[in-house]
Nanobody, 125 residues
Framework: QVDLVDSGGGWVQAGGSLRLSCGAS????????MGWFRQSPGKEREFVAY????????YYADSVKGRFTISRDNAKNTVLLQITGLKPEDTAVYYC??????????????????WGQGTQVTVSS
């Protein structure tokens, strides 16, 4: 069992930056791959970024490459999503998620067993 708590969202102007944080409970955090997803009204939840349990492997949705950076600190049971160059289309509720430590299905919502409660990011033009 892993409990996840998302934080760090807010309102920013286009071009601004935010750092989202996800704190996890439990002593086996490093065994889980972590992902960030987002969901805007009327749309399905979509993959944003993935990081392996060790933190050595990452990948991103094409729409966020070069602007978003995922990282983790296993000693602190934390995963971060640094966001720069925000665009209005980035407006969404952002969720962190924990799942099995392999990547072939990690872009899929169904890969993940545990989810945070979400944090709202609003970008104004």
């Amino acid at each position: 069992q892993v409990d996840l708590v998302d934080s760090g969202g807010g309102w920013v102007q286009a071009g601004g930056s935010l750092r989202l944080s996800c704190g996890a409970s439990g002593r086996t955090f490093s065994r889980y791959a972590m992902g960030w997803f987002r969901q805007s009204p009327g749309k399905e939840r979509e993959f944003v970024a993935y990081i392996s349990g060790s933190g050595t492997s990452t990948y991103y949705a094409d729409s966020v490459k070069g602007r978003f950076t995922i990282s983790r600190d296993n000693a602190k049971n934390t995963v971060l999503l640094q966001i720069t160059g925000l665009k209005p289309e980035d407006t969404a509720v952002y969720y962190c998620a924990a799942g099995p430590n392999y990547s072939y299905s990690a872009r899929l919502v169904g890969h993940y067993n545990y989810w945070g409660q979400g944090t709202q990011v609003t970008v104004s033009s």
